[in-house]
């Protein structure tokens, strides 16, 4: 029995789409139907129910039914014989790829902020009508979606289609006035859509899209067989960023900035967002497919653990930049440039000393996902750290294998064996295969940089490949390893603050205190307002400077406000450490050592 809903922008001013819900054989004792509390791909308990405004409920002749709230995310309509219909409004002012946003430019919507589960019979097909808004406004307005067509055509409203549950809520909807650029892949449709005000050069992002694209076909050697079509959703702000993986779709939120123009050289910010292109369309294989056990099949309404986060985050971080260099997208220099942000990150923070990625992954619930001040002092990103085990992983495999086999082997495996077959991957059988795939056991390898929280020797694995590792001290914390703004510091005496900082109208607001960093040392604390360093006036724009201006040991007396209290603290200048770490090609004519380089950027 086919669930027919349906859902439309009745209210865009007022940001609520209104929605029905049509069950032709309710269950007898009344049926229950629950909304998602999370969304795949974004590991928080978000509780989209919050946003259901209004909930009615009917029997065929149109009779209001009773319904009964059950907890934060479960409907009960009261027992009825015939068929029901629920209609129910969502408040949609959420501007994120995880939710839904509403207004007169444009609708966004994600299946688990908008379609109720109906209880017991998830397994049923999905029909849905999505109508447009009321009025002439709306005229030119259109859909851009992943969900299959059933009476509609491809980029209008009317029906869709869905052979389950579980794929209605994975296809978020896009619809407004947006621009679209097509190309193929394998004979498959690609469309990307742009959302918001932009100039892009769409043509050029196509191809560039596509060489990306291709790359991620290529490597796992075929496109899973049940995508259709894919589609980039792309909502364009002046700031933003973000993007969530589906099984045929992304949804990406970006800077108008970071999309390219006519004629315009390859930018940092639209090299970024190639990189986010990249890193969700490999998710359509490691993470969409290839999943934990745990995932299988998704339990929605609470928190579902698993440590496996750094293979399908940190593996899909590692390969998003690696398959730009390896596809000639970027070069060889503006990928090692990446790498060293992402080492500088994960050395950076004194959390990889107290969390371990496994553990990082675990509570990704309540500490990644729900990172306050305290996080760069914690925890350990499963993303960061995750990428520098790929890249140890792989070099690792390199190496035991005479450069033979390498991490793209256990990538395929995976793929053949659990993603292809839809089977969920048990905890620990990664770390199995690419055991498998060395010949080597690798069991100290994850136990010292998965399971604890020791650094990894990356010093090793570039100087394998002719490339160098080096750090420098930086004069701000926004240096995060960007080569261009390398400065040489004099070594025996530079020293830094130690904190993040932001603007404030009274001072330098201290978002972040580092551990055993000067700020910290002083008793500076997150929130304090600093105002003046040895009497003279500070602001965000020359506080570090200020610092930087002192030789280290140096005596200094900070004035500070906290909540509204003005403290006076003694702070002694200790030397800054080496912290921004960078990355660079060796002249190397070793010839077995640039082989072994090519052989790593090599498809
Ligand atoms: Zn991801």
């Not at 009960?76 to 207004?103: P, T």
């Not at 506080?543 to 140096?554: G, H, R, V």
């Amino acid at each position: 029995m086919t669930i027919k809903y349906t859902i439309k922008p009745t209210h865009p001013e007022a940001h609520i789409f209104t929605i029905t819900c049509h069950v032709d054989k309710p269950a007898l004792e009344g049926q229950q139907f629950q909304l998602p509390s999370w969304i795949p791909g974004s590991y928080m308990i978000r509780d989209f129910a919050k946003n259901i405004i209004r909930f009615e409920a009917y029997d065929s002749s149109k009779n209001k039914l009773t319904t009964k709230k059950l907890n934060k995310s479960l409907w009960q309509v009261q027992a009825c014989d015939n068929s029901i219909s629920i209609e129910y409004d969502v408040y949609a002012w959420d501007l994120s790829v995880r939710s839904a946003h509403l207004d007169t430019t444009h609708g966004f919507f994600n299946g688990t902020s908008t379609f109720f589960a109906v209880v017991g019979q998830e397994a049923e097909t999905c029909h849905v009508d999505i109508q447009k808004p009321d009025g002439k406004h709306y005229d030119n307005w259109r859909v851009a979606t992943s969900l299959e067509t059933l009476e509609s055509s491809l980029y209008s409203f009317g029906q869709y289609q869905a052979k389950d549950y579980d794929d209605l809520i994975d296809h978020p909807v896009e619809m407004g006035n947006f621009d679209l650029g097509t190309f193929s892949i394998n004979d498959v449709q690609h469309d990307i859509v742009l959302t918001g005000k932009h100039r892009t050069d769409i043509p050029r992002l196509c191809n560039d899209l596509k060489i990306i694209c291709q790359t991620h076909v290529d490597f796992f050697g075929e496109l899973p067989s049940d995508i259709k079509r894919y589609v980039f959703l792309t909502m364009v702000v002046g700031e933003g960023y973000g993007g969530l993986e589906h099984r045929s779709s992304t949804a990406l939120l970006c800077s108008r900035n970071d999309l390219p123009l006519k004629n315009q050289d390859q930018t940092t910010e639209y090299r970024n967002f190639l990189g986010l292109c990249s890193h969700e369309y490999f998710h359509t294989w490691n993470i969409k497919k290839i999943k934990p056990e745990a995932y299988l099949p998704y339990n929605l309404n609470e928190e579902v653990y698993t440590e496996q986060l750094w293979a399908f985050e940190g593996i899909t971080s590692y390969y998003d930049d690696l398959s730009l260099v390896r596809n000639k997208t970027i070069t060889p220099e503006a990928y090692l440039e990446l790498i060293g942000i992402t080492i500088t990150r994960v050395l950076r923070g004194n959390g990889r000393n107290k969390q371990s990625v496994a553990e990082s992954s675990f509570d990704a619930w309540t500490r990644f996902y729900k990172q306050d001040e305290s996080a760069p002092n914690n925890i350990i990103s499963y993303y960061a750290k995750g990428t520098l085990i790929a890249l140890g992983l792989d070099f690792t495999i390199r190496n035991a294998t005479n450069n033979e086999k390498s991490l793209d082997d256990v990538m395929r495996i995976l793929w053949q064996e659990y993603g292809k077959k839809n089977i969920g991957v048990p905890e620990k059988r990664i770390e199995a295969i690419a055991a498998e795939i060395s010949g080597e056991n690798l069991q100290g390898f994850f136990d010292k940089y998965l399971y604890h929280t020791e650094d990894l020797p990356l010093e090793d694995y570039f100087k394998a490949v002719g490339i160098t590792l080096d750090s420098y001290i930086a004069d701000s914390v926004d240096n995060t390893g960007d080569i261009k703004n390398k400065t040489e510091f004099k070594e025996s005496n530079s020293v830094n603050i130690g904190a993040r900082i932001i603007n404030n109208l009274l001072g330098a607001e201290l978002t972040h205190v580092f551990d055993g960093g000067n700020a910290q040392r002083a008793g500076l604390s997150a929130g304090d307002i600093v105002i003046a360093v040895d009497k003279i006036k500070v602001t965000k724009s020359n506080f570090e400077k200020i610092i930087c201006s002192y030789p280290a040991n140096t005596d200094l007396e900070i004035h500070a406000f906290r909540r509204d209290e003005l403290i006076i603290l003694d702070l002694k200048l200790n030397r800054a450490e080496h912290d921004v770490y960078y990355l660079e090609l060796e002249n190397s004519s070793d010839k077995s050592v640039l082989d072994k380089r090519t052989s790593w950027f090599k498809v």
